[in-house]
């Protein structure tokens, strides 16, 4: 049983529409481009399989197609439905129009669909009902599958791992985006899919509801997630240069990863093993604290700006993220007196890191704290509490109580795991 009749009428004459259009240039002699593949199969005969590619055919004539009398009614009847609302949306960041989303994002895909279908553009109704019964069915449904994937570089993984919050990092499947996406061709970094480093995929997946609600912030979400893989690797990663949304499996939309988290740093690519990913879990969790501490934020800022600079530029970043995380109204000695103590085990080693610290505050030394300053945020984000770690730590050096726990400890006295 139909859902939305009216819908269903419109959607078809566009479709027939763009079926007559296509016929008709077949038929002055224009081509669809097949694909030629070969299926084998141990003691059976080898089967050819003679493809027509019209998903790449009907994208080249899209500007055409979306002339068509037909579409505006189409349109029209998709901007009736509130259950669309969501695709309006796609392609965001306010440059593509409401209407141009809807194109993108229903339209097109549902004549291609429907042409794979048909096996090409002799019209099929049964064909076209399947298409559209999958369509009607991810508009009117009780929930929609929204996914966010982004390509990363800079680290190697042996398999999946969960950062948490519905992100995780993965294997890129071969040929995986640009099946879905085929302008993706020019957007992924160089050496994606062949370089060691460069065989992952960050994505962020998450249930929605169908009452025209928006999707997740995932520019943002996967911009967490590498701050969190910097700070629990110390390595050159980095995410994007875009990221690419699917909804209900079909494409949605491609946007930008936020221009910190999308350039690598320099260094050598590292192995993220499950004991790493877990830390990175808890660090991406707690890097909301920032939200309501904004010294924290302000040292994570500092922090990630100095990966990309060199001295003077660095050491200048990291004293001010030092500073604010660590030393706040006592000022950069005290900051570097509290990562000592927080991160050294014996009196030796707090005295060694002291010293390193200390040569932040005689000039540039941005090669010798970088990975210092980078422990102390760990410690910070592990802790929890700021403030009540900086107390603690200034009792720390007065003798006045052993060092405060710090890392899996706390967070396990905290009831966080």
């Known amino acids: 049983m139909l859902h939305a009749p009216q819908l269903h009428h419109a959607l078809r004459s566009f479709c027939l529409g763009a079926f007559a259009a296509v016929t008709r240039e077949l038929d002055e002699g224009g081509d669809v481009p097949f694909a030629f593949e070969e299926h084998e199969a141990p003691g059976r005969p080898t089967l050819y ?16 197609l979306t002339a068509l009398p037909d579409v505006r009614d189409a349109l029209e009847a998709l901007e009736r439905e509130p259950a669309a609302a969501i695709f309006a949306r796609a392609h965001g960041d306010g440059e593509v129009s409401s209407r141009d989303a809807l194109l993108r994002t229903v339209l097109l895909p549902l004549l291609a669909e429907t042409a794979e279908a ?3 553009f002799d019209w099929d109704d049964e064909a076209f009902e399947r298409s ?3 369509l009607e069915g991810s508009l009117f449904g009780e929930s929609r599958s929204y996914a966010a994937v982004a390509p990363v570089v800079g680290l190697s993984i042996g398999g999946a791992l969960d950062l948490g919050g519905g992100v995780r990092i993965r294997h890129v499947a071969s040929g995986e985006i ?4 085929p302008q993706a061709r020019g957007l992924l970094p160089e050496g994606f899919e062949r370089e060691p480093d460069r065989l992952c995929v960050l994505e962020l997946q998450a249930d ?6 928006s999707v997740p912030d995932a520019p943002g ?4 997630a590498v701050t969190a893989l910097r700070l629990a690797t110390a390595g050159p990663v980095a995410a994007g240069p875009v990221l690419f949304e699917r909804l209900d499996w079909k494409p949605y939309g491609i946007r930008a990863v936020l221009p ?3 350039t690598a740093p320099p260094g050598e690519p590292v192995r993220l093993d499950p004991v790493t990913a877990d830390r990175a879990l808890r660090l991406r969790e707690r890097l909301a604290l920032a939200d309501h501490d904004r010294e924290l934020g302000e040292a994570l800022d500092r922090w990630e700006l100095a990966l990309f600079q060199s001295d003077p530029f660095a050491s200048e970043q990291l004293r001010a993220s030092l500073t604010a995380s660590m030393g706040g109204v006592d000022g950069l000695f005290a900051g570097s007196l509290r990562a000592a103590a927080a991160l050294g085990e014996t009196p030796r080693e707090r005295a060694g890191i002291l010293e390193r610290l200390r040569l932040l505050a005689a000039g540039d030394a941005g090669a010798a704290t970088a990975d210092l300053v980078r422990r102390a945020l760990v410690a910070v984000l592990e802790h929890g509490d700021r403030q009540l770690l900086l107390r603690s730590l200034d009792e720390t050096l007065l003798g006045l109580r052993p060092k405060p726990a710090i890392g899996l400890e706390s967070l396990v006295a905290a009831g966080a795991v």
Do not use: K, S
Request: with cysteine.
């Open 49 to 64: 399989e003679y493809r027509p590619l019209v998903r790449p055919f009907l994208e080249a004539r899209a500007n055409r």
């Open 118 to 120: 048909c096996g090409g």
């Open 132 to 134: 559209y019964a999958v």
């Open 178 to 181: 640009a099946a879905h996406w």
């Open 208 to 213: 929605l509801d169908t009452d025209g609600g």
């Open 221 to 224: 979400e996967l911009a967490d």
């Open 260 to 262: 910190i988290a999308a």
